[in-house]
């Protein structure tokens, strides 16, 4: 009698298991149907965001020569905005674009990034909240290709199409790319391309570059990259 009692308690539990079971099987296929639709859409807006011009300049920090370049880019194309990401110093970017002639109108510095992931991770809601729908990134060749691929998924993610300009260094580069950190920043990089649907950090320090202070800055002094040739 016990054994019997024993078995007999063991089929409602093992009925309790298949249906939870069953449960989980149907939330995966749930996920996964939903994941399917995103990336389904994620793609066509993609295809027709790469049919678009360029309606934004993203520019990752770490070399004065990339600021020199979006200079010079700038009085070519003075209506589209630029987005510099913790490059140099405020004034310096300043004096660049005073010596090239070129309007700082639609200039804009963020300054809370602090590796390449805080790049994107503060870029992407500003480059949201303009509208963008097609950015071309400027990095250096040292930078590539994590820059690049961290770029096309958390961007791609949001439906912005990513063109990559480079920008030679000269001289010997202080960075070298190790694979190990590229792996690593990638895989960050898928996990948040997720959550940053649902997850819009802002930044605290984003300023116009036409509200610098050069008078303040100049007052208390201030250096410049080398190669900027700027005479500070």
Known sequence: MKRNFTNNSSIPNGR??????????????????????????VAINLVVASAKPVDAFFVIGGS????IYIAQIAKQYPQIPILISQGSKDPCIWLIFQREAADSQNVW???????????????????QRWGVH????????THLPRAQWMSQILFGAHGIWVEVDVVQEIGVPGNHESWLKTALDVIRSLFWAVLSQFIHPQCSNLNQLTDVDMQAWQSRGFKCERQGNLGV
Request: aromatic share 12%; with cysteine; net charge positive.
């Open 64 to 67: 004065i020569r990339r600021e």
């Open 16 to 41: 309790k298991f298949r249906k939870q079971l069953q449960l989980l099987q149907k939330l995966s296929w749930g996920l996964c149907l939903l994941l399917g639709s995103w990336l389904i859409i």
């Open 109 to 127: 510095l963020e300054k809370c990034a602090n590796s390449t992931f805080e790049n994107f991770y503060y870029g992407m809601p500003i480059l």
């Open 134 to 141: 097609k950015v071309k990134l400027i990095t250096s060749p």
